[in-house]
């Protein structure tokens, strides 16, 4: 074939048009408000249980599995350390006070400042219910514009649209970051999933990957902007060495979320948790273990219940004694020093405890190992490690922080 001199140019701008342009996307960053919602340590302590076992007959139902549906008979109000983003939802956006949950993925509104419909409100015409243990919400699903950051504007985002809410008082609902399939079951005219914000922000351009990061520091103020969440990839400033990928355990129920397999030694040889499964979860304060390693843990430490926190409270020599957790996870070993083991002292009374108090952060699951959710590594494992959750390869990423070794507490 030959081309003349007219055609050539013309030639050229269609080779140039139909190659695919490729865009390097960097990750994008919110910070996240924590603020501490306790007003005792026994709610703390039953509120992270009564979850524990709603998640776990969740995942069990979806799975087929009988389960017995009763759940805690003493009454909590949701506690627990919380973190929070403000988004956008409507154009002109109204702005929400969202807690960051892992543990489940429908994203909602409306639990406080309620919805404002704007031109880009679409309404599905779905009911949507999600419970949470000790709260739930119930409403109408939207379709909507929702800004996450300058930057990251999701324009068709699926959203719940509360209602009726309880246990959320003085927040507006979830932004859920927790794995797709966690939606299903959710409407109440269909089994279909529904996006989460992750899954839309992929399929819309925003980010080059399925991936969300989350950064804490601990602190010892009640409330504090000390966290952030990466979007679609990670940010190299908040972590040490490598991050190292363990994935999602296959074990139900801990197999719906993110969860993972570990073991746990205290100290140089003391087995506290042969590997089982279990998740990580950023809606859920302490450190949780079946009943059998928390009893292991126990006498590890020499720990004994203190029954007006509902902790378990040591001495200033059992303290001095006290020696750190080592996390196996994926072939990899995570220290939890004895620091990071204790509540803050400061924030002491906030949990009804003695200002000289020393309490751990370690409690009671309420079930014995091998019931396939034999942990919850809340946000007391989380503010030590930088944590990474890739749904597009079904994996969880940790890594150290300049934090892992604080001696804040």
């Known amino acids: 074939m030959r081309l003349n001199a007219s055609f050539i140019p013309l030639f050229l701008a269609v080779v140039v048009a139909t190659k695919p342009v490729l865009v390097d996307r960097s990750p994008i960053t919110i910070p996240l408000l ?15 249980k009564q979850r524990a076992q709603l998640l776990r007959n969740q995942a069990l139902k979806k799975s087929g599995q009988a389960v017995n549906d009763a759940l805690i008979d003493e009454p909590v109000i949701n506690e627990a350390v919380v973190y929070l983003a403000d988004i956008g ?43 949470y243990g000790s709260g739930y919400f119930s409403g109408e699903e939207y379709t909507d514009t ?22 959320f008082s003085g927040y507006d609902g979830i932004l859920g970051i927790g794995p797709t399939d966690l939606t299903e079951g959710t409407l109440s005219n269909s089994n279909a999933e529904i996006p989460t914000v992750v899954d839309t922000a992929f399929s819309e351009g925003l980010i080059d990957e399925q991936v969300i990061s989350v950064y804490f520091e601990p602190t010892i103020e009640e409330e504090v902007e000390n966290g952030e969440l990466t979007w679609g990839g990670v940010d190299n400033s908040k972590y040490t060495g490598e991050i190292s990928y363990t994935p999602v355990t296959s074990t139900y129920p801990a197999s719906y979320y993110w969860g993972i397999d570990q073991s746990i030694i ?37 720990g004994e219940y203190d029954n007006s926190v509902g902790l378990l409270r040591i001495t200033s020599a059992q303290f001095d004694a006290l020696e750190s957790l080592f996390f196996s996870i994926g072939g990899v070993t995570y220290e939890l020093t ?26 009671d699951i309420g079930s014995p190992s091998g019931q396939g959710l034999d942990f919850i590594n809340g946000y007391v494992f989380l503010e030590r490690f930088y944590s990474v959750y890739d749904s597009g390869n079904s994996q969880i990423g940790f890594a150290t922080t300049p934090f892992t070794n604080a001696t804040s507490n």
Request: hydrophobic share 35%; aromatic share 6%.
């Open 34 to 48: 924590k603020e501490l919602n306790v007003t005792s340590g026994h709610n703390l302590v039953q509120s992270g």
């Open 146 to 167: 929702v800004t996450i950051t300058d930057g990251l504007v999701l324009t068709s985002q699926s959203i719940g649209v509360a209602s009726r809410a309880s246990g």
């Open 89 to 131: 939802v409507g154009s002109p956006a109204t702005t929400y006070h969202l807690i960051v949950d892992t543990g489940s993925s429908n994203t909602w509104i409306g639990a406080g400042t309620k919805y404002v419909e704007t031109t880009t409100s679409d309404d599905t015409g779905s009911g949507v219910s999600v419970s």
């Open 338 to 363: 004895p620091n990071a083991q204790i509540w803050p002292r400061s924030l002491n009374t906030a949990i009804g405890g003695s200002e000289d108090g020393i309490y751990l952060v370690v409690a």
């Open 266 to 302: 205290y100290g140089d040889s003391v087995t506290i948790l042969d590997t089982n499964a279990g998740i990580t979860d950023t809606g859920t304060t302490l450190l949780y273990l079946a009943t059998d390693a928390y009893d292991a843990y126990v006498k590890a430490t020499g």
